[in-house]
T-cell receptor
Framework: EAGVAQSPRYKIIEKRQSVAFWCNPI?????LYWYQQILGQGPKLLIQ????????DSQLPKDRFSAERLKGVDSTLKIQPAKLEDSAVYLC???????????????FGEGSWLTVV | AQSVAQPEDQVNVAEGNPLTVKCTYS??????LFWYVQYPNRGLQFLLK??????LVKGSYGFEAEFNKSQTSFHLKKPSALVSDSALYFC???????????FGKGTRLHILP
């Protein structure tokens, strides 16, 4: 079974530029997550989708971050304009999570490493 | 609100000795509990989880964890540490009443040869 795919793996941009990350979850997984992991810290949830609807985006900085999951499969996370403090690893994850069943394992991709200079 | 605490930033263990990485949690309802491992420049890899049933859960690479409801803990253990176990370990909790999952800040495990 293929895992969660993410691209690009590494990106270096200047502040105020834009960047987009792509994620393809495990086939059949209803829930997709984007996490931000700053060096030395645990992952912080940015946004959670159930199919193509947003479940939780309370910690997404909506003035500069946006995410979509068209057709309930792939997802894109965009940052525009980037700030120095956005330097982090952006982890995409997915879980099977049919409605009401939340004990399923969350599987992570390898991450997209962003450096803003 | 749910929370999870990993009280140790770093744990050092000699190879061959038993290891324990501590995790305590707080949820309003009953928890789902998870352990993940992260190697350098990699994503998080699932190790094990507690959903219900037996309090002792066995997972990948010889790791196990014990759910203790009275102490609200879910410590990760391994009887004999390997140098290759050196990595960053994350505990996570999910409240059964909703679908939000919270991660701890992580514990760096160093296994000394």
């Amino acid at each position: 079974e293929a895992g969660v795919a993410q691209s690009p793996r590494y990106k270096i941009i200047e502040k105020r530029q834009s960047v987009a990350f792509w994620c393809n979850p495990i086939s059949g997984h209803a829930t997709l997550y984007w996490y931000q992991q700053i060096l030395g810290q645990g992952p912080k949830l940015l946004i959670q989708f159930q199919n193509n609807g947003v479940v939780d985006d309370s910690q997404l900085p909506k003035d500069r971050f946006s995410a979509e999951r068209l057709k309930g499969v792939d997802s894109t996370l965009k940052i525009q304009p980037a700030k120095l403090e956005d330097s982090a690893v952006y982890l995409c994850a997915s879980s099977l999570d049919q409605r009401g069943l939340y004990g399923n394992t969350i599987y992570f991709g390898e991450g997209s490493w962003l450096t803003v200079v | 609100a749910q929370s999870v605490a990993q009280p140790e930033d770093q744990v050092n263990v000699a190879e061959g000795n038993p290891l324990t990485v501590k995790c305590t949690y707080s949820v309003s309802g009953n928890p789902y509990l998870f352990w993940y491992v992260q190697y350098p420049n990699r994503g998080l890899q699932f190790l094990l989880k507690y959903i219900t049933g037996d309090n002792l859960v066995k997972g990948s690479y010889g790791f196990e964890a014990e759910f203790n409801k009275s102490q609200t803990s879910f410590h990760l253990k391994k009887p004999s540490a390997l140098v290759s176990d050196s990595a960053l370990y994350f505990c996570a909790v999910r409240d059964k009443r909703d679908d939000k999952i919270i991660f701890g800040k992580g514990t760096r495990l160093h296994i000394l040869p």
